[in-house]
């Protein structure tokens, strides 16, 4: 039965169907991050047998350890709880008529909570004084261990979010209980009356903007603590600018990807009615088509498309941040310790 279903479909509609469920980017990321790790591992198999020496490691300060895997524990979180939440939605609730608002704020929210667990472990064990004080070289700042393509992507992500739940707040309309749910499509020059379909207003997008707000705020924090902090040693610096690295880095890879995921849904949502121009009236005397005019239905039939993509980046990124920092950090490297690190700085 399965099997023939399956079968009245072709590779376009299929394709179509696979893309119109956000776990099915999830697999996609997965499966682009498994082929760039098998890629990599050739290529440092090849490259070892060529080189004398292999491969070099960085050693992490211990310092630095339970913080980045922090960090993967929270693109795994942000996963976990995304996956979770559209499978019980959209299989074990009835929700008819309910403001979901929660679907397009819990990846935001997530990203948020797992960062501010960051934060807290660099609060409370990461601030340590310096054994021997190192004269700062330059003056550091919240940015000063971030890239500026990070730093673009993650402002662009929450640009982005922030803007379509803003524009599309503005283009809702309120229901006769006053929740602002309701997108308003006129049928110009007929008796009809407008169409009033769901649609992403602002009784979803407040939610997400107060949890957008946090994740700004908590990732602020932790970039500038992450920065300010004192080195240990003047012979540890580069290692822990290294590791102050990495940590900005999957820093500004969660947040772009929680801000990323609530975007996808929300295109997805507003990308529901970018097709719709024409409505069907039926009656006894049998049924008639009327135009339906949306100035921006344009738009939001791109942002539909575009949402699949959306969601695979921000799979990818967690899936990235998870595999370096949970794997990549406990592959047996050696701890950090003194002669090691000067050894370290000395070659």
């Known amino acids: 039965m399965a099997s023939s279903i399956l079968s009245s479909f072709g590779p376009v509609e299929l394709v179509a169907a696979a893309l ?7 697999v996609l990321a997965a499966v682009l991050v498994s082929g760039a790790l098998i ?5 440092g198999t090849t490259g070892s047998r060529t080189s004398p020496t292999g491969p070099r490691h960085h050693t992490t300060p211990t310092r630095y350890r339970l913080e980045l895997q922090a960090l993967g524990g929270a693109s795994v979180l942000v996963i976990a709880v995304y996956a979770t939440e559209n499978v019980v939605r959209g299989h074990l609730l009835n929700l008819a008529d309910v403001v979901e ?6 990846p935001v929210f997530t990203a948020a909570v797992g960062l501010l667990v960051v934060l807290v472990l660099i609060a409370v064990r990461g ?3 310096s054994e021997v004080p190192v004269v700062p070289t330059e003056r550091r700042v919240w940015s000063s261990f971030s890239s500026r393509a990070a730093l673009i992507g993650a402002g662009s992500a929450i640009v982005a979010l922030l803007g379509t739940t803003i524009a599309a707040g ?18 110009p020059n007929t008796q009809v009356e407008a169409l009033h379909p769901w649609f992403y207003g602002w009784s979803f997008g407040v939610p997400v903007l107060v949890c957008l707000t946090v994740l700004v705020v908590v990732t602020g924090a932790i970039l500038r603590a992450n920065a300010h902090r004192p080195f240990l040693r ?6 822990e600018g290294r590791a102050r690295t990495e940590i900005a880095s999957g820093v500004a890879r969660i947040a772009i990807a929680g801000a990323l995921l609530a975007l996808g849904g929300a295109f997805r949502f507003i990308g529901r009615y970018g097709s719709m121009s024409q409505v069907t009236v039926s009656g006894d005397g049998g049924s008639e088509t009327y135009d339906v005019v949306w100035q921006y239905g344009g738009i939001a039939l791109a942002t539909g498309l575009l949402a699949p993509l959306l969601e695979v980046v921000a799979f990818t990124l967690l899936l990235v941040v998870a595999g370096r920092l949970l794997i990549g950090n406990s592959s047996g490297r050696p701890t950090a310790s003194a002669p090691e690190l000067q050894a370290e700085t000395v070659r």
Not at 101 to 106: E, I, K, L, P
């Open 234 to 239: 003047p012979d540890t610096v580069g290692a």
């Open 101 to 106: 608002w929660w679907q397009y704020a819990t």
């Open 39 to 43: 890629v990599t591992r050739l290529r």
């Open 20 to 26: 119109s469920l956000p776990l099915f980017s999830l």
């Open 170 to 187: 503005l283009a809702s309309s309120a229901d006769d209980r006053g929740r602002y749910v309701y997108l308003e499509l006129p049928v």
């Open 127 to 129: 601030t340590t004084r």
